[in-house]
């Protein structure tokens, strides 16, 4: 009889955690019809933003898409990028300056080049839009997850690479059961602060204007804009409650799962006793529907057509290479070089002088801003990152304040702290400080359970695991947060020195606010000139201090 009964339970092939998967696949069905319909639109320059409560609705269903859109094209170029910076030598050395260049170009740098592109792609639809404004939220997001994911690639231990090869495993292989896993813990703390780097410049990225006109996209960005434009408080309220309750749902739904899969991928030998856990978790995992696909689309069946090696991989040290290659980059170089000097021509000489001075200026800023970051995040993020429980409770807090736009708050900010020429430094402060902790955290939550277990049993005092264990596992981690959170604070000089409130323009006197003078303006050479002398002045900073530190640390504090 038992048995019957037991049968007839393993022969049900639909279960309630189904019914949950189905209705959320046709809800995104419907969602993403919803967008087909927003997409195809005629074009219109200045979309007509009700303030109404209900009306933000729709607006974050809008806001949340394209933040989702940004986040799986960052994704897809992290994965790209930082396998070709980590196994090619002559790779490295183009793409990782390059990305130093481009984490400190401001959301702003790339605004004409986006909008120009779209709108000649799209000139009658509102396509073209919707996808400029993707990209710059994809400009907000995709830095940081790069820098991590080519960091963790340099740190993998190499009797792993070396026992990977001993089994016959293609590079394909490796970079799926290896490499990746091996980088997944600081991936998705780090993809959680790029959704937050994306949702810090919604405002901008679904409300600007470029040399004179007007572009604004239904979404909360643009309701805030608008709100504070015309001084309706409420409105402002109302824009804050519905990206607060965004943010719980995508915590909820989709955060808290990805972080308690990947817990899986932790490099150890001994499991712990508390591990993370999400209800939405374990619907994915019990339902029939998502087994059948996963079969469909197991990694048996898709490395079995993708067998080959990898591209990007190290090539052997030539002296004809080199010769190639610097050549090559020479020649590039030369063209680029001439056709910037032939844009820029009619700046003058004074104001390169300002842009020059305002770069010292801001400079300033971004550096005492990290500081302060590091300072109260690095003791803080390796207590949340050691404690699950503690990390399970503060995990929701954090992510809000993280993902939180913070220049939807900046004009209250200001009414308070009105000199901006020192207050932009809490208000950098305010978007910085998150792109350390969320790494400090990925670090402290990587330590292996053994030598938890080992200095226990050594039983050493808190102090003494805090400077031999913790913060040294830690400290490559840090390195690139702050890294990272140097090239937000430039992207965020922006919106830190310069803003409108109450019908007034109130500026800093720094790059950043420059920037935003030349595109409402619409003055490209000026424009132009400011972005490329702020990128040369990170990447400097960068080659100078932050790599030979970060790949001194790496050596010495790595787990291999």
Same mark, same amino acid.
């Given at each position: 009889?038992?048995?019957?009964?037991?049968?007839?339970?393993?022969?049900?092939?639909?279960?309630?955690?189904?019914?949950?998967?189905?209705?959320?696949?046709?809800?995104?069905?419907? %969602?993403?019809?919803?967008?087909?319909?927003?997409?195809?639109?005629?074009?219109?320059?200045?979309?007509?933003? $009700?303030?109404?409560?209900?009306?933000?609705?729709?607006?974050?269903?809008?806001?949340? !898409?394209?933040?989702?859109?940004?986040?799986?094209?960052?994704?897809?170029?992290?994965?790209?990028?930082?396998?070709?910076?980590?196994?090619? @030598?002559?790779?490295?050395?183009?793409?990782?300056?390059?990305?130093?260049?481009?984490?400190?170009?401001?959301? /702003?740098?790339?605004?004409?080049?986006?909008?120009? %592109?779209?709108?000649?792609?799209?000139?009658?639809?509102?396509?073209?839009?919707? /996808?400029?404004?993707?990209?710059?939220?994809?400009?907000?997001?995709?830095?940081?997850?790069?820098?991590?994911? &080519?960091?963790?690639?340099?740190?993998?231990?190499?009797?792993?690479?070396?026992?990977?090869?001993?089994?016959?495993? !293609?590079?394909?292989?490796?970079?799926?059961?290896?490499?990746?896993?091996?980088?997944?813990?600081?991936?998705?703390?780090?993809?959680?602060?790029?959704?937050? =780097?994306?949702?810090?410049?919604?405002?901008?990225?679904?409300?600007?204007?470029?040399?004179?006109?007007?572009?604004?996209?239904?979404?909360?960005?643009?309701?805030?804009?608008?709100?504070?434009?015309?001084?309706?408080?409420?409105?402002?309220?109302?824009?804050?409650?519905?990206?607060?309750?965004?943010?719980?749902?995508?915590?909820?739904?989709?955060?808290?799962?990805?972080?308690?899969?990947?817990?899986?991928?932790?490099?150890?030998?001994? +499991?712990?006793?508390?591990?993370?856990?999400?209800?939405?978790?374990?619907?994915?995992? #019990?339902?029939?529907?998502?087994?059948?696909?996963?079969?469909?689309?197991?990694?048996?069946?898709?490395?079995?057509?993708?067998?080959?090696?990898?591209?990007?991989?190290?090539?052997?040290?030539?002296?004809?290479?080199?010769?190639?290659?610097? +050549?090559?980059? =020479?020649?590039?170089? !030369?063209?680029?070089?001439?056709?910037?000097?032939?844009?820029? %021509?009619?700046? $003058?000489? %004074?104001?390169?002088?300002?842009?020059?001075?305002?770069?010292?200026? *801001?400079?300033?800023?971004? &550096?005492?801003?990290?500081?302060? $970051?590091?300072?109260?995040?690095?003791?803080?993020?390796? /207590?949340?990152? @050691?404690?699950?429980?503690?990390?399970?409770?503060?995990?929701?807090?954090?992510?809000?304040?993280?993902?939180?736009?913070?220049?939807?708050?900046?004009?209250?900010?200001?009414?308070?702290?009105?000199?901006?020429?020192? !207050?932009?430094?809490?208000?950098?402060?305010?978007? *910085?400080?998150?792109?350390? /902790?969320? #790494?400090?955290?990925?670090?402290?939550? $990587?330590?292996?359970?053994?030598?938890?277990?080992?200095?226990?049993?050594?039983?050493?005092?808190?102090?003494?695991?805090?400077?031999?264990?913790?913060?040294?596992?830690?400290?490559?981690?840090?390195?690139?947060?702050?890294? +990272?959170?140097?090239?937000?604070?430039?992207?965020?000089?922006?919106? +830190?020195?310069?803003?409108?409130?109450?019908?007034?323009?109130?500026?800093?006197?720094?790059?950043?606010?420059?920037?935003?003078?030349?595109?409402?303006?619409?003055?490209?050479?000026?424009?132009?000139?400011?972005?490329?002398?702020?990128?040369?002045?990170?990447?400097?900073?960068?080659?100078?201090?932050?790599?030979?530190?970060?790949?001194?640390?790496?050596?010495?504090?790595?787990?291999?």
């Amino acid at each position: 009889m038992n048995r019957t009964v037991e049968m007839k339970r393993k022969a049900i092939p639909f279960s309630l955690y189904d019914v949950a998967v189905l209705s959320f696949l046709i809800l995104l069905a419907y %969602g993403v019809g919803l967008l087909g319909k927003n997409w195809t639109g005629p074009l219109v320059y200045k979309a007509n933003i $009700s303030l109404a409560p209900t009306a933000l609705i729709g607006y974050t269903f809008l806001s949340m !898409s394209r933040g989702f859109i940004a986040y799986g094209l960052s994704l897809f170029f992290t994965f790209v990028y930082g396998y070709a910076a980590a196994h090619n @030598k002559y790779a490295e050395r183009v793409l990782i300056p390059l990305l130093d260049v481009f984490q400190s170009i401001p959301v /702003l740098g790339f605004l004409p080049g986006l909008i120009l %592109g779209m709108m000649a792609l799209f000139p009658h639809s509102v396509t073209g839009l919707e /996808l400029a404004s993707i990209l710059m939220i994809f400009t907000g997001q995709v830095w940081n997850m790069t820098f991590s994911f &080519y960091q963790s690639l340099r740190s993998v231990p190499q009797e792993l690479i070396e026992a990977s090869k001993i089994y016959g495993m !293609s590079r394909w292989k490796i970079f799926w059961k290896v490499e990746v896993p091996f980088a997944m813990p600081g991936l998705v703390w780090n993809s959680m602060m790029s959704m937050a =780097g994306g949702w810090f410049f919604l405002s901008v990225c679904e409300s600007f204007t470029l040399g004179g006109q007007g572009y604004r996209l239904a979404g909360i960005g643009s309701y805030m804009a608008v709100a504070v434009e015309k001084g309706y408080v409420p409105g402002e309220l109302y824009a804050i409650l519905a990206m607060i309750l965004m943010i719980l749902a995508i915590d909820v739904f989709f955060w808290r799962p990805i972080v308690a899969w990947a817990d899986k991928f932790k490099f150890e030998e001994s +499991t712990s006793k508390d591990e993370p856990t999400s209800f939405v978790l374990d619907i994915l995992r #019990n339902s029939h529907v998502l087994r059948f696909f996963r079969t469909l689309f197991s990694p048996k069946r898709i490395s079995k057509r993708y067998a080959r090696p990898l591209p990007f991989e190290n090539e052997q040290q030539s002296t004809v290479g080199n010769v190639l290659f610097y +050549t090559l980059m =020479g020649v590039i170089s !030369s063209v680029i070089l001439w056709q910037f000097f032939l844009f820029v %021509g009619n700046v $003058s000489f %004074g104001e390169l002088k300002a842009i020059l001075f305002g770069d010292a200026l *801001t400079a300033l800023r971004v &550096y005492a801003s990290v500081a302060i $970051s590091v300072a109260w995040t690095l003791p803080i993020g390796i /207590l949340i990152g @050691k404690n699950l429980s503690l990390s399970k409770k503060i995990q929701p807090v954090v992510q809000i304040l993280a993902s939180f736009p913070a220049p939807m708050i900046y004009p209250w900010f200001v009414a308070i702290f009105p000199r901006l020429n020192y !207050s932009s430094v809490l208000l950098m402060l305010l978007g *910085t400080q998150w792109y350390v /902790l969320f #790494n400090v955290i990925a670090g402290a939550s $990587s330590v292996p359970n053994q030598l938890k277990e080992a200095v226990k049993i050594l039983n050493l005092s808190k102090f003494k695991i805090w400077t031999t264990l913790y913060i040294p596992v830690v400290l490559p981690y840090l390195i690139t947060g702050m890294i +990272t959170a140097a090239g937000g604070a430039w992207n965020a000089s922006i919106v +830190t020195e310069y803003m409108s409130f109450n019908h007034r323009i109130i500026e800093a006197t720094g790059i950043g606010s420059m920037i935003d003078n030349a595109t409402t303006s619409g003055n490209m050479p000026l424009l132009v000139l400011s972005v490329v002398i702020m990128s040369l002045s990170v990447v400097a900073i960068n080659r100078l201090m932050w790599r030979p530190l970060q790949k001194r640390i790496t050596e010495k504090f790595s787990l291999n």
